[in-house]
């Protein structure tokens, strides 16, 4: 059974960097694409990047200079930074594997909220 | 930017009926393409239908998808109370990926 989990601190200062971690179960972190989405409170789903285990990577374009996504294969996890953080940026924050058969996002973290706020 | 308009904002309904959720994008896109999600309270989204018409893996025949080009359609046939939620689509063009607005499913 495939499980993903995110961790990372809850509360982040502004102009500092957000950073969060995606710990994999159940399946290689090799075998597929794995992406970040956020949720602000109340709001809808906004697409924030993948990235694949040979560091292969795409970003939305609003968020593109400041987002860096990793993958670390001997920990079967990937990362997210999201740098120059403001209160909009104050979201659920979930990790997604992306099924390449299905064009689609099959399997999510439960997520993470995390709140910029000084 | 492919966008996707979802409409009605906010369905009412009673259990049992049919309800018809319209997720209209800006440019054509591959049917391909094309996924519905379902979202209750406080729960990640749950991946309802792919490419345009499949159901996911324990998905109820209640649930459909059709549409092509830029018009999409998820009919939930018979509405469990289970069902009285929110529902996402989203495409996926040319390594972009954006998610319609949301629609909610609210008990009449």
């Known amino acids: 059974q495939v499980q993903l989990q995110e961790s990372g601190p809850g509360l982040v200062k502004p102009s500092e960097t957000l950073s969060l971690t995606c710990a994999v179960s159940g399946v290689s972190i090799s075998s597929y694409y794995w992406n970040w989405i956020r949720q602000p409170p109340g709001k809808g789903l906004e697409w924030i990047g993948y990235t694949y285990y040979t560091g292969s990577s795409k970003y939305n374009p609003s968020l593109k200079s400041r987002v860096t996504t990793s993958v670390d294969t001997s920990r079967n996890q990937f990362s997210l930074e999201l740098s120059s953080v403001t209160a909009a940026d104050t979201a659920v924050y979930y990790c997604?594997?992306?099924?390449?058969?299905?064009?689609?996002?099959?399997?999510w973290g439960q997520g993470t909220l995390v709140t910029v706020s000084s | 930017e492919i966008v996707l308009t979802q409409s009605p904002g906010t369905l009412s309904l009673s259990p049992g009926e049919r309800a018809t959720l319209f997720c209209r994008a800006s440019q054509s896109i591959s049917s391909s393409y094309l996924a519905w999600y379902q979202q209750k309270p406080g729960q990640a989204p749950r991946l309802l239908i792919y490419?345009?018409?499949s159901r996911a893996t324990g998905i109820p025949d209640r649930f459909s998808g059709s549409g092509s080009g830029t018009d999409f359609t998820l009919t939930i046939s018979r509405l469990e109370p289970e069902d009285f939620t929110v529902y996402y689509c989203?495409?996926?063009?040319?390594?972009?990926?954006?998610f319609g607005g949301g629609t909610k499913v609210e008990i009449k």
């Open positions: 997604a594997r992306w099924s390449g058969s299905w064009k689609s996002f099959d399997c």
């Open positions: 490419g345009a018409s």
């Open positions: 989203q495409q996926y063009d040319n390594s972009h990926l954006t």
